[in-house]
């Protein structure tokens, strides 16, 4: 299996609403990434997990908040959202934080806040 | 002066030419370099990654990194239509995990 999968592929929410983004990956990756696309820029990195244990968080507001429940899973819980977070949001895997290989992108969750 | 910066484009080749691509960074102590292709609409896909000076090739892409002048560049030989989508250059910092991306260039491939 060399997929990282995202569920839902698209998300309305309210301003009011909690909800819930999930990544998932069984390539034993050990670094998973969450990263937010506006159109036309290139990805911009929100949070980074290594072996579980958050270890990068790019000043995100704290409406967004991550959680790696273990090795293979990733969520990103959401609250209290502001129209200008609509955006696509993109999980990523890499075998370890640092290493050379790159990362294997989800196909992605596109969000609307409204 | 932005970390990574690639050509502002749009990029726009005849199928069947070399399209080339051309990223520079800022940070000299930069090890791993990387080239994901993004298609409009979906996830961005790495395709090749350099971390040594010289040439790497892998069918129609070759990357081509120059420590010295700080400059990695893409060619896509015998471009195709299938190949019009955005390039983004990545780069890892000296003892950073996270890379950091370009803006992005746009090739078209007229058929």
């Known amino acids: 299996d060399t997929e990282v999968t995202q569920t839902p592929k698209h998300l309305v929410m309210g301003m009011t609403n909690k909800k819930s983004l999930k990544c998932e990956q069984h390539?034993?990756?050990?670094?998973m990434y969450w990263y937010k696309q506006k159109a036309k820029k290139p990805p911009e990195l929100m949070f980074v997990y290594s072996y579980e244990k958050l270890s990068i968080n790019e000043s995100v507001p704290s409406r967004f908040s991550p959680e790696c429940p273990n090795s293979s899973l990733l969520n990103l819980h959401l609250h209290a959202l502001q129209p200008e977070d609509s955006a696509l949001y993109l999980c990523?895997?890499?075998?370890?934080?640092?290493?050379?290989?790159?990362?294997?992108f989800g196909s992605g969750t596109r969000l609307t806040v409204v | 002066q932005k970390e990574v910066e690639q050509n502002s484009g749009p990029l726009s080749v005849p199928e069947g030419a070399i399209a080339s691509l051309n990223c520079t960074y800022s940070?000299?102590?930069?090890?791993?370099f990387f080239w994901y292709r993004q298609y409009s609409g979906k996830s961005p896909e790495l395709i090749m990654f350099i971390y040594s000076n010289g040439d790497k090739e892998d069918g129609r892409f070759t990357a081509q990194l120059n420590k010295a002048s700080q400059y990695v560049s893409l060619l896509i030989r015998d471009s195709q239509p299938s190949d019009s989508a955005t390039y983004l250059c990545?780069?890892?910092?000296?003892?950073?995990?996270?890379?950091?991306f370009g803006d992005g260039t746009t090739l078209t491939v007229k058929p």
């Open positions: 390539m034993g990756h050990r670094a």
């Open positions: 940070d000299r102590g930069s090890q791993s």
């Open positions: 990545a780069v890892r910092q000296t003892n950073a995990g996270k890379s950091t």
């Open positions: 990523a895997s890499s075998p370890a934080f640092g290493r050379e290989d790159g990362y294997t």
